[in-house]
């Protein structure tokens, strides 16, 4: 966060600390590659997310 908006690398666990999800923001807007994750932690999905979008 920097003033309040995500910015930069972000990553979210799983109650179990399993890795769910990762990826980046620029200004409060997911961007880039973003990975899924399932249940085991092996990659599930990868999504490019263009900004703006």
């Given amino acids: 966060m920097l003033h309040g908006v995500a910015t930069g690398y972000g990553e979210w666990f799983r109650r179990d600390g399993v890795r ?3 990826g980046c923001f620029e200004r409060g807007e997911q961007v880039g590659e ?3 994750y399932d249940r085991n932690g ?3 999905k990868v999504t490019m997310i263009k900004p703006g979008k």
Avoid: H, I, L
């Fill in 42 to 44: 092996a990659v599930y």
């Fill in 20 to 22: 769910m999800r990762s």
């Fill in 34 to 36: 973003w990975t899924t």
